[in-house]
């Protein structure tokens, strides 16, 4: 391990101190309260993990020509130097590319109306300009645009990333109602006029096409909405943005199909709907017919509904009924500890049960902080410190794998995940009260007498950040320890077995 890694190392290891291996006796009044318990069960299996992912957009328009960046996103090198500060690489394996909605090209005497609030970087090109001509090789595209969120598309690719999903946030501004792309008169209005539901999906399958044939990337998903039963997509919005009630996102569904299929594009799977709360998501699915839903092959959510929502009536309608993969595509949150962020992963992967989760800005915040796994002034185009939740992804992202299955364990803040072909079991575990919490893994229902315990620590308020800390064993298959106030841990342990 890196030195100062190994010195930190010798400072936190009292944190884990490791009891003998015997239940313990009850505790007297007043006492410390019992162990915590996680029993990683191979019989309750949630699904093959399909990987960590993020948005490029916003930040890819400003930074994504970084190799910095892409290294520290998209690679799992313990050390990775971003603008001077050394960092974890989170092993980030799927990347989503926006389609963007701006330019500024005048239509028949229009012009794209802008949002009083919108921040330049928020404002990504469409390639496609007037609508004039619906072949991407006239003078009406322009595939120069938007160089370098391309740019961090490829470099995410070169880096391993191997799922990649096209996703719109707004058709181009002249295909709205208002010409603003940011929403229309009010925030319930849907913007996309009648007359170009063709044409949007034409955009988006020409893009797709021209990923495959020039960029060397097949998108394995693509997405038409973002957060579409949303009311607060409006003229004067921060960000590009639309809004699509389920009647009218069941609509445009079968066009986007139908586009894709006519580009010779008939294996390209849509997702859909991206809504920002797992209520929406609910609602929006029990509104499509069967017809409709059977041309969705990949349902995304937001985790904008923090800890409320019904994920689990989510999950029943989306996986166990319709047969369908299920992603949280997008979470983000203002609290730059990352402890939120852990609840809510932890309430994801125990109710919702997806396959793959994604954070939407890496880098984000300036002088408002918090947003971003490390701060960055995107207007500015610098980047500032990591935030303590950087850590706390990495204590997840870098051991959580593409290819593990998910088990469940019992404890809402501990996650499991299996790799039998390596005999590698992970439980990352959570502790989000303000003192220690005393915690046992449990793996009586695997061969594990001999097994070996590697283990990271993050405390979101303290020193340590995805600190390394000594090895132990696990004898008996019985694993204890005491998790820090405020913390994330991740116990790797090695030689397990069916």
């Known amino acids: 391990m890196p030195l100062r890694f190994a010195r930190l190392a010798a400072l936190f290891a009292g944190c884990f101190a490791v009891a003998a291996a015997e239940p313990a006796a009850a505790p007297a009044a007043g006492a410390a309260p019992s162990a915590r318990v996680a029993r990683p069960d191979p019989e309750a299996a949630q699904g093959v993990w399909e990987g960590w992912g993020t948005s490029l957009a916003w930040f890819a328009k400003v930074l994504g020509d970084r190799d910095d960046v892409a290294d520290w996103l998209f ?40 949002s009083k609030i919108i921040h330049p970087f928020r404002q990504i090109e469409a390639f496609w300009l007037d609508g004039k001509n619906p072949d991407p090789e006239s003078a009406s595209w322009d595939w120069t645009v938007d160089a370098r969120q391309r740019a961090a598309l490829l ?18 501004w002249w295909m709205c109602v208002n010409d603003n792309p940011s929403g229309g008169p009010k925030g319930d209005v849907e913007n996309l006029r009648r007359d170009q539901r ?49 009647s009218s996102q069941a609509e445009i569904l079968p066009l986007v199909r139908a586009a894709l299929d006519r580009q010779g594009l008939a294996d390209m799977p849509l997702s859909a709907s991206d809504e920002t709360h797992y209520d929406h998501a609910v609602t929006s699915w029990r509104t499509y017919s069967p017809e409709v839903r059977a041309l969705v092959a990949q349902v995304n959510v937001h985790g904008y509904q923090g800890a409320r929502g019904q994920r689990a009536e989510l999950h029943r309608l989306v996986v166990t009924e319709g047969g369908k993969r299920l992603w949280n595509s997008e979470y983000g949150d203002k609290d730059a500890d990352g402890l939120g962020m852990a609840r809510n992963l932890h309430r994801d992967f125990h109710r919702l049960k997806p396959t793959a989760w994604c954070y939407w800005q890496p880098l984000d915040g300036g002088n408002k902080g918090g947003w971003g796994l490390m701060d960055a002034d995107l207007i500015a185009g610098k980047i500032g410190a990591p935030n303590p939740k950087l850590y706390v992804l990495a204590q997840y992202s870098r051991h959580i794998r593409p290819g593990m299955t998910i088990l469940a364990t019992g404890d809402e803040r501990a996650v499991a995940a299996f790799d039998a072909s390596a005999r590698r079991l992970v439980v990352v575990a959570c502790n989000d009260a303000s003192a220690p919490a005393p915690f046992r893994i449990d793996l009586s229902a695997f061969a594990a007498r001999d097994a070996r315990v590697s283990r990271w620590l993050t405390e979101t308020s303290g020193r340590s950040r995805y600190l390394r800390l000594a090895d132990e064993a696990a004898p008996g298959g019985v694993f204890e320890t005491s998790l820090p106030p405020a913390s994330v841990a991740t116990f790797q342990f090695e030689g397990v077995a069916r």
């Open 155 to 172: 470099k995410a690719r070169d880096r391993g990333a191997n799922r990649f999903e096209l996703f719109s946030n707004s058709p181009p």
């Open 198 to 246: 063709e044409a949007f999906a034409h955009y988006l399958a020409t893009i797709a096409r021209r990923a495959k044939d020039h960029w060397g990337i097949t998108f394995t998903t693509v997405a038409p909405f973002n957060e579409p039963s949303s009311s607060y997509w409006f003229a004067d919005c921060k960000q590009e943005g639309s809004h699509f009630p389920p």
């Open 75 to 114: 690679t799992l090198r313990p050390e990775v130097d971003v603008s001077g500060h050394v960092v974890p690489g989170l092993g980030l394996t799927i990347a989503r590319y926006n389609a963007g909605a701006c330019s500024w090209v005048e239509v028949d005497g229009r012009r794209m109306v802008v």
